[in-house]
């Protein structure tokens, strides 16, 4: 895509015109406050045409007006300038004195092309699907479980790689960029000292396995997921990549079985979905393993940590398409002691994730 970067010589400095609106109304009035909350949905179809325009990746390093951003992203000036104008009321964004538009850190990450990149994550979170099922929620807290098979007619995956083709591929990306972020904080964390193997279950396209044996040239790995997952997996681990030979790709279900023993088990972002399926893994886990192996189970919280507000909404959004839930400290902990796992300290990933270190006994 073509960047919007005009001359600079007279290039005006960057003052954010609805800066000085937020800043004023940092305590805003309860009601204003509900407004702005109900209002929602506008914040976040905004930062989804953002995404869908590509308006970020259009934006250079130097000012542009909306008129010549419109011409890179084709769309018309006046509804693109409406569109800027709302977004740079949260930061992403920021308008100059004289009607034009800079980068601000967070529009910076709706960039495709950012190292910490926001944009699949962005729009996976406002896929069709979840308009549908967000007005549904409060049948969802009556029930106690998923609207999806009722609103679609079938399960969300089925759903999903079935009839909503482009959304799955949206899906895909986004798994693979939270992967891709959070693997070198997992790699950094991690202490392998004593560990000759290590197996990532259910670790999708074996980021986090890669980042570790980058780390540790003496390890060997093993990535189990399903068939098609890890028909996917990282080029360093398949065939010819780097760190192939000291790699096994296992296709499987660890809901169903876990057929290898090593000396440290990582379990990642994969106990949400249902507590059957989290039992079921857990328990495949401690009949694989023998007697001293370590396991590190790796999960978002919604309690105690810096990322409660987008952790708690994806434990609403985990309720409304699967049934499932995103855990607190205790119940995470729970589910460990319950599958006979002795939990030992807990650490901090980043602000997202917290490290559960487990022997099995």
Known sequence: MTTVSPTP????????????QVSAAQN???????????????????????ARLGVADALGETP?????????????????????????????????????????????????????????????????WTWEVWPRLDDAVRSGTTVFPETFGKG???????????????????????????????????????????????????????SLLEKHPSVHGTLLDLPGVVARADARLRDGG???????????DCREDIPFE?????????LEW???STRRTLHNVVAAARPGARVVIIENLVDDTPSMRFTTAMDLLLLLNVGGAKHTRESLVGRMSDAGLRVGEIHPVNAYLHAFECVVP
């Not at 805003?28 to 953002?50: D, H, I, K, N, T």
């Not at 972020?181 to 197996?199: C, K, Y």
Request: net charge negative; hydrophobic share 40%; aromatic share 6%.
């Open 9 to 20: 010589d007279t290039t005006p400095v960057a003052t954010p015109l609805g800066t000085p």
């Open 262 to 270: 090593v000396d440290l088990y990582i379990i990642k972002n994969i």
């Open 242 to 252: 780097r760190l192939a030979d000291r790699v096994r790709i296992v296709p499987g």
């Open 64 to 128: 542009a007006s909306a008129a010549e951003l419109a011409l890179v992203v084709d769309a018309e000036p006046v509804p693109l300038r409406r569109l800027l104008r709302a977004l740079c009321c949260y930061g992403i964004f920021s308008e100059t004195e004289d009607g034009r538009f800079v980068h601000t850190e967070m529009s910076r990450l709706l960039r495709e092309d950012d190292p910490n990149s926001l944009r699949y994550i962005s729009l996976w979170c406002t896929e069709p």
């Open 156 to 210: 969300f995956f089925e759903y999903l790689h079935q009839d909503a083709g482009e959304s799955a591929q949206v899906f895909n990306r986004a798994m693979t960029t939270s992967s891709v972020q959070s693997a070198q904080d997992v790699a950094d964390l991690l202490d392998l000292t004593g560990v000759t193997s290590v197996a990532d279950i259910g670790g999708g396209q074996g980021h986090v396995l890669a």
């Open 274 to 276: 249902d507590d059957e």
């Open 28 to 50: 805003p009035p309860p009601s204003m406050r509900l407004r702005e909350l109900a209002f929602g949905a506008a914040v976040a179809g905004a930062v989804r045409a953002a």
